[in-house]
């Protein structure tokens, strides 16, 4: 059991979703869970599960040991700026998840000795399956352990150095995005060869389900699996070619890499 109060500052998409997750576990109490966002009426159904909305970080945070601020970047400065001199040593524990502003500037700007975490989860966070990479700077093992376990409750959490919270960013937050369009494609080309939308949807999101557990499970790389599906002169890798000569993995990469290249700006 969670006892310790959580405030999550910001509750955006990505804020939504790790509160949702949170809540589907038995562990985490609603009450002890303070939302907050500018215009508060966007999470009134929340309200009915227990938990506490207010439009004031300064309150969230007076009611809260775990602070989750989940702003935008050009507003985390701002928010932080509001909440330094409420924010207690001895009782406060900051996790931002926003994205490309490190620890450092944190402190700098809140000039208070409390323990800062950087986290990135991405928004399957809402169903327990998010992948969230964290990393600190002079934390105690007990706080990275309760930091580590709230995240857990989430999905899978794996500590990381700073100076790769940024292709974090890309791989497994922006990564959900990159993989669901991927996902959309196959569905359309399901439909062109003869399936109606719901049935393509069905076989193409447990095939994907299927496919990530094969690695999961497997620890193997992918084409380790793959060539298990490619007979000679099959249909699989006549496929597999074709996506390839119209630069499908060449694509990815540099979408990835041009993605990363956009946070450094």
């Not at 910001?10 to 966002?37: D, F, H, Y």
């Not at 909305?53 to 701002?78: C, G, H, R």
């Not at 001895?90 to 950087?118: A, C, M, N």
């Not at 100076?163 to 990159?178: K, P, R």
């Amino acid at each position: 059991m969670i006892n310790k109060k959580i405030a999550i500052l910001g509750c955006g998409n990505i804020g939504v979703s790790m509160l949702q997750g949170l809540l589907k576990q038995e562990s985490v109490c609603a009450k002890n869970i303070v939302a907050t966002r500018r215009n508060i009426v966007e999470l009134e159904y929340l309200r009915e599960e227990g938990v506490i909305l207010t439009s004031d970080n300064v309150e969230a945070i007076s009611k809260s040991e775990i602070i989750i601020i989940a702003v935008k970047p050009y507003n985390l400065v701002n928010v932080l700026e509001e909440l330094k001199d409420h924010l207690k040593p001895d009782r406060h524990l900051l996790v931002s998840v926003t994205t490309g502003i490190t620890i450092s500037k944190i402190q700098e700007v809140i000039g208070t000795k409390i323990p800062v975490f950087r986290a990135m989860p991405n928004i399957s966070a809402k169903v327990g399956k998010s992948v969230t990479c964290i990393c600190d700077s002079g934390a105690t093992n007990e706080h990275l352990k309760s930091v580590k376990y709230l995240f857990d409750l989430m999905g899978t959490t794996m500590v990381i150095d700073e100076d790769l919270m940024e292709s974090a960013t890309i791989l497994g937050a922006c990564g959900i995005a990159y993989v669901l369009r991927f996902i959309r494609a196959m569905i359309q080309g399901g439909i062109q060869i003869g399936f109606d939308a719901s049935t393509a949807s069905a076989i193409v999101n447990q095939t994907v389900k299927g496919a990530a557990e094969l690695l999961i499970e497997g620890h193997q790389h992918p084409e380790f699996e793959i060539d298990k599906v490619t007979t000679p002169k099959g249909c699989t890798i006549v496929g597999l070619n074709e996506m390839e000569h119209n630069g499908f993995s060449s694509s990815l990469i540099k979408g990835l890499v041009a993605s990363y290249d956009k946070i450094g700006k």
